[in-house]
């Protein structure tokens, strides 16, 4: 199974800033590679595919970069719906995996 | 609108079974691949299991190969997970989720239902 790692697995940020986010696979997995946003006590919404393609209707701020094992979620201009939990997720083979979360919480 | 409501989650006994039923709105549903995913109490997200939109390939994650099965009904517009042999450690809210294409490979998560809980304990 291909295993993913986050990392940071929480981080402190204030309104306005700019995060990046890390996540590494086991192995190569092309840029299939997808970014979840899940807020407490919700269901999760789906951000980014193809490690750098934003969903429909996601807004801008977010961006995705990578390819192969390394890849990075950079959410700009930091806003108070943006405090929330983000996954990382592999869809190159199965079974699928995900990474353990990136909680961002606010300072 | 596309609009995915899971429902049949409760309280089992372990080695209990229960089938989970998702039914989806908004989108001609046999042309796309449909997916389960779980959380555990305080955990992370873990996929569960996949069917292709003509739901001739299934796939699953090993903690759940041989006790839980996949199917869908194209004409009801709706996706099942039965679960067989549970165990406490499958204690979660279980998602479906609908995917980009109707095949099972290269195919992401594009939109998630509200989950139902499912508790397995004596």
């Known amino acids: 199974d291909i295993q993913m790692t986050q990392s940071p697995s929480s981080l402190s940020a204030s309104v306005g800033d700019r995060v990046t986010i890390t996540c590494r696979a086991s192995q190569g997995i092309s840029n299939y590679l997808a970014w979840v946003q899940q807020k407490p006590g919700k269901a999760p919404k789906s951000l980014i595919y193809?490690?750098?393609s934003l969903q429909s209707g996601v807004p801008s701020k977010f961006s995705g970069s990578g390819s192969g094992a390394d890849f990075t979620l950079t959410i700009t201009s930091l806003q108070p719906e943006d405090f929330a939990t983000y996954y990382c997720?592999?869809?190159?083979?199965?079974?699928?995996?995900f990474g353990q979360g990136t909680k961002v919480e606010v300072k | 609108e596309v609009h995915l409501l899971e429902s049949g989650g409760g309280l089992v006994q372990p080695g209990g079974s229960l089938r989970l039923s998702c039914a989806a709105s908004g989108f001609t549903f046999s042309s796309y691949a449909m997916t389960w995913v779980r959380q555990a109490p305080g955990k992370g997200l873990e996929w569960v299991s996949g069917i292709s939109g003509s739901g001739g390939g299934t796939y699953y994650a090993d903690s759940v190969k041989g006790r839980f099965t996949i199917t869908r009904d194209n004409s009801k517009s709706t996706l099942y997970l039965q679960m067989n042999s549970l165990r406490a450690e499958d204690t979660a809210i279980y998602y479906c989720?609908?995917?980009?294409?109707?095949?099972?490979?290269?195919?992401?998560?594009?939109?998630w239902g509200q989950g139902t809980l499912v508790t397995v304990s004596s």
């Open positions: 193809a490690a750098s």
């Open positions: 997720q592999q869809y190159d083979s199965y079974p699928w995996t």
């Open positions: 989720a609908k995917l980009s294409s109707t095949g099972g490979w290269y195919t992401y998560f594009v939109y």
